[in-house]
């Protein structure tokens, strides 16, 4: 029998190694949530990138906000004409995008560090972002479309409507659970393959080139999250803040194809409620 000193020694021994390992546990998630190589964590490239993150934030809330507040004029999306969609839309991918951005910029910026000056480097990871931006800016053109005619189906043939963001959920489910997705991801995500290198320091069109091409993969990897802009509302904040976690996760997270996966069952399994309820949809 232990005397009540011995009792208490136990159990307060007890308590600490719970507390042990209830944190090793806690720490082991975090690093796999960002489990990162070295040379993807370069702070000052991590700094730009969400600093102009923050900052289109603050640029889309304001716009969303003051647009709501006003009246419609059907001229496209929201009232937009396409010059203004195109506008709110870039503004809009900066806030979304970059931040999963961070570890591909740190990975050009870090390669530039070792071959030129900070100065330098800071216009060549510039440079690969207007790179990158432009293909989100063309991507902008399908989406005003396709949006534009969402909303018009939607006032005048509402049937069609329902059908068409029912087919764009499926669709887009069933691309996020294809190979090419995959392969797309491992371009973007550096902890699953491939990354984008960056060419000589010294030539500026290679540095735009390269971020033409990784917008590319980025588009392939994202382009079809993007479109459920269309189903749930190009300026649904919640959404942008679930799909921005999101994007996030699936390029920083060891099991970002695992995660996107599951998300295209997600959309298929909603896609087949809302062709059985079409009230599903009001839910979005």
């Not at 203004?84 to 979304?96: G, H, K, V």
């Not at 976690?245 to 970002?256: A, H, P, Q, R, S």
């Amino acid at each position: 029998m232990y005397t009540e000193d011995e009792q208490e020694d136990i159990c307060c021994t007890g308590c600490i190694k719970y507390q042990n390992i209830h944190k090793e546990r806690q720490q082991r998630v975090l690093s796999d949530i960002l489990h990162l190589p070295p040379h993807a964590k370069h702070p000052l490239a991590w700094i730009i990138i969400l600093l102009l993150a923050i900052l289109a934030w603050i640029l889309t809330i304001q716009q969303t906000l003051s647009m709501l507040s006003m009246p419609m004029s059907m001229v496209g999306p929201m009232g937009m004409s396409l010059g203004s969609f195109l506008l709110f839309w870039t503004i809009m991918m900066i806030a979304m995008m970059f931040p999963a951005l961070g570890p591909t910029a740190s990975v050009q910026f870090e390669m530039l560090r070792r071959q030129t000056s900070s100065t330098s480097t800071c216009c060549h990871l510039l440079i690969f972002l207007v790179g990158y931006l432009l293909i989100w800016t063309v991507f902008g053109l399908p989406v005003f479309f396709l949006s534009s005619l969402n909303e018009h189906l939607i006032l005048h043939a509402l049937t069609w409507g329902i059908g068409l963001d029912i087919a764009l959920l499926a669709a887009i489910g069933l691309y996020q659970i294809t190979p090419l997705e995959k392969r797309f991801l491992s371009h973007c995500n550096p902890t699953l393959g491939y990354h984008t290198a960056m060419p000589s320091p010294t030539i500026t069109f290679f540095h735009l080139k390269t971020g033409l091409v990784h917008g590319i993969h980025c588009l392939g990897c994202c382009g079809g999250l993007m479109l459920v802009m269309v189903v749930v509302g190009l300026m649904n904040l919640p959404w942008m803040v679930l799909l921005t976690i999101v994007i996030f996760l699936e390029k920083t997270w060891l099991y970002g194809d695992r995660l996107s996966f599951l998300i295209g069952i997600g959309l298929i399994l909603f896609a087949m409620l809302a062709f059985i309820d079409p009230t599903f949809l009001s839910s979005f």
